[in-house]
């Protein structure tokens, strides 16, 4: 029986698996709920989320991952183990070649770390995979070439920023500021103007749906429900567009510096390269509205969002699997 060829893409905020020749299989966030009081997993990943910050004193939802590095090892491990018995399901008795992507600026620890989880959950063989070449990879862009292409992967603990030349890492940088941070922006925003608390979850989905960090001709609102911090009573509050670029301006920019950064120490010949064929954007937080606009209008280099961001790393990290199992012509076609 062949042998199963999985890409995984360990997030911070969701964990994607790609499976050789069906595409992307399962993508369900990286949370695990955890009885403290009988010391067992309660819940893992979508059914977890769903009782972020609506749990009794005994059960906690965690995130093993923080900041694209494993924080919980030992639910990590248990975590990776339930997604590739989900994903492949229980008819392979062949063990999968596995390649798991990480944040470029990861020790050799963290590195260690995840590699180890992969084989305690049932690999043959691991493979680690640096999040800029398997998001260009998934991206469409032909990495073998000896051309600039520089690519910003936003997800939800790290953005990564690199520039790939002859399939290797030319210039990189990794800040660990992405959308958890965007979203600890907006509740900061709601506690300091409207004195009203809300939690992780509605902060998400107010990025989500009228989220921006660059100046718009619409003008969008919405009502979110919170605490009142002065009466401790439920409250609802109408919040704009102009509100969340506010909120997510100091972030943003920090991502924007960062991209200047490693532009400012790109060799010449690339730099060259990418001023023609511009910045690629992926992962989630790529989503959010005004992001290419506010590093075109920053950088003056066309920066566009790739195809379909939420998954492009999880398609390169598999097809960096197909790549190392020998089908060369066929990565180069793709």
Known sequence: ??????????????????IRGKGVVLKEPSVVAFDRDKNTIKAIGEDARLMLGRTPGNIVA???????????????????????????????WRKPRISICVPSGVTEVERKAVEDA?????????SIIEEPI???IGAGIDISKPCGNMIVDIGGGTSDIAVISLGGTVVSTSVKIAGDDFDEAIVRHMRKKHKLLVGE??????KIKIGRCFPSKEPEE?????????????KTVRVTS???EEALKETTSQIVEAIHGVLEKTPPELAADIADRGIVLTGGGSLLRGLEELITDRTGINTMTAEDPMTAVAIGTGRYVEFIAGDRSDFSAK
Do not use: C, H, N, W
């Not at 992969?118 to 691991?126: F, I, M, P, S």
């Not at 979850?201 to 107010?206: C, G």
């Not at 919405?222 to 439920?234: E, Y």
């Open 222 to 234: 919405m009502d979110i429900r919170g605490r009142d911090l002065v009466t401790g009573l439920p």
């Open 134 to 136: 398997a998001a260009a």
């Open 242 to 244: 102009e509100e969340t």
């Open 1 to 18: 029986m062949v042998a199963t060829d999985i890409g995984i893409d360990l997030g911070t905020a969701s964990i994607l698996v790609y």
């Open 62 to 92: 965690i995130r093993p991952l923080r900041q694209g590095v494993i924080s919980d090892y030992t639910v990590t491990e248990k975590m990776l183990k339930y997604f590739i018995q989900k994903a492949v399901g229980r008819r392979t």
């Open 201 to 206: 979850r509605t902060a998400e989905d107010l």
């Open 118 to 126: 992969g084989y305690q959950a049932g690999a043959r063989e691991v």
